[in-house]
Every structure is written in structure tokens, then in C-alpha cells.
Nanobody
Framework: QLQLVESGGGLVQPGGSLRLSCAASGFALDYYAIGWFRQAPGKEREGVACISSSGGNTNYADSVEGRFTISRDNARNTVYLQMNSLVPEDTAVYYC?????????????????WGQGTQVTVSS
């Protein structure tokens, strides 16, 4: 069974950091581009970052550029999202998703597999 499982969410104060993980089971991530998306209460799901299958290409939403870093360890079948300088506006459920292509894109419609999400809350 193909599955993505996110972890690492939680409550953090403004200015703090979290690292999210996205672990795959049932398939090898080597051939998949991976995206991180988030959905805040009352808002549409939006793209945060994505990484190509090799890890050589990444894209970020303007709102997180310079604060978030996406990376992958194909040997561990895991993708990470390092989030620094967090602000309350980053509060959301964060999802990772995979689609079978080399290059990454931020369009949700292209992604075939989704995790269940992990909650990130930034609050003092």
C-alpha cells in the first residue's frame, strides 16, 4: 500500500523552528517529485515548497522563501521541510504529496499521493 506519513508538527512560539518529515512506504520516492502544502482554517490549500526527484531543483512560495528549506534523503525514503523564523501566519495543517515526475511543480492537481497532514501552530 502506497502511503505518505508526515510528522514533526506541533506548537512553537513566533520566531521558532520546526522540521517536518514526510516518510514514504510501499514505494520508492526516488522517482517522485515531492511537494509540501498547507491549509489554514477557512483558507484554501496552498503550495509551500517542492523538490524534484533528484533533489537538484526546488521551488518555494514567496511567503516562505528564505525561511523554509525543503530537502530529501532518498536512501531513507524521506523528505523534510525545515521551517525557521516561524510566524503566526504559518499556522496550518501541513501535507506532503508525491507525483511521478522528475521536476517539481506547485500545482496540487498534479499530485497523486497525499499524506494525512500534521498540525503546525505558531503562537505565543
Amino acid at each position: 500500500q502506497l502511503q505518505l506519513v508526515e510528522s514533526g508538527g506541533g506548537l512553537v512560539q513566533p520566531g521558532g523552528s520546526l522540521r517536518l518529515s514526510c516518510a514514504a512506504s510501499g514505494f520508492a520516492l526516488d522517482y517522485y517529485a515531492i511537494g509540501w502544502f498547507r491549509q489554514a482554517p477557512g483558507k484554501e490549500r496552498e503550495g509551500v515548497a517542492c523538490i524534484s526527484s533528484s533533489g537538484g531543483n526546488t521551488n518555494y512560495a514567496d511567503s516562505v522563501e528564505g525561511r523554509f528549506t525543503i530537502s530529501r534523503d532518498n536512501a531513507r525514503n524521506t523528505v523534510y521541510l525545515q521551517m525557521n523564523s516561524l510566524v503566526p501566519e504559518d499556522t496550518a495543517v501541513y501535507y506532503c504529496a508525491a507525483f511521478a515526475d522528475v521536476m517539481c511543480i506547485m500545482s496540487m492537481d498534479e499530485y497523486d499521493y497525499w499524506g494525512q497532514g500534521t498540525q503546525v501552530t505558531v503562537s505565543s
